[in-house]
């Protein structure tokens, strides 16, 4: 059963940077379109970021110029670079297939103060 780790979350001021990782337990990085959903308290899941096996990357309107996906094939890893931070991206950061077909992970906690 594959399974997702998220991990590099914190509590950092707004302006501020963060480095999500994703690691995945089979090779499915390498051969499926990646995303990166989050979260927020009463709101719904969102798709914030998402790179093809093609590495073309889409982005949200709300994170466009300011996060960077990126994936590494042969450690089955895919990050999130995210910079200017707002107290509006905090959330729990989830990682998973397009579409979502693998179990949800438990996610990475983004707290971004004012």
């Known amino acids: 059963q594959v399974q997702l780790v998220e991990s590099g979350g914190g509590l950092v001021q707004a302006g501020g940077s963060l480095r999500l990782s994703c690691a995945a337990s089979?090779?499915?990085?390498?051969?499926?379109?990646m995303g990166w959903y989050r979260q927020a308290p009463g709101k719904r899941r969102e798709l914030v970021a998402s790179i093809t096996s093609r590495f073309i990357t889409t982005y949200a309107d709300s994170v466009k110029g300011r996060f960077t996906i990126s994936r590494d094939n042969a450690k089955n890893t895919v990050y999130l670079q995210m910079n200017s931070l707002k107290p509006e991206d905090t959330a729990v950061y989830y990682c998973?297939?397009?579409?979502?077909?693998?179990?949800w992970g438990q996610g990475t906690q983004v707290t971004v103060s004012s």
């Open positions: 089979g090779s499915i990085v390498s051969i499926n379109a």
């Open positions: 998973n297939t397009i579409p979502s077909w693998v179990s």
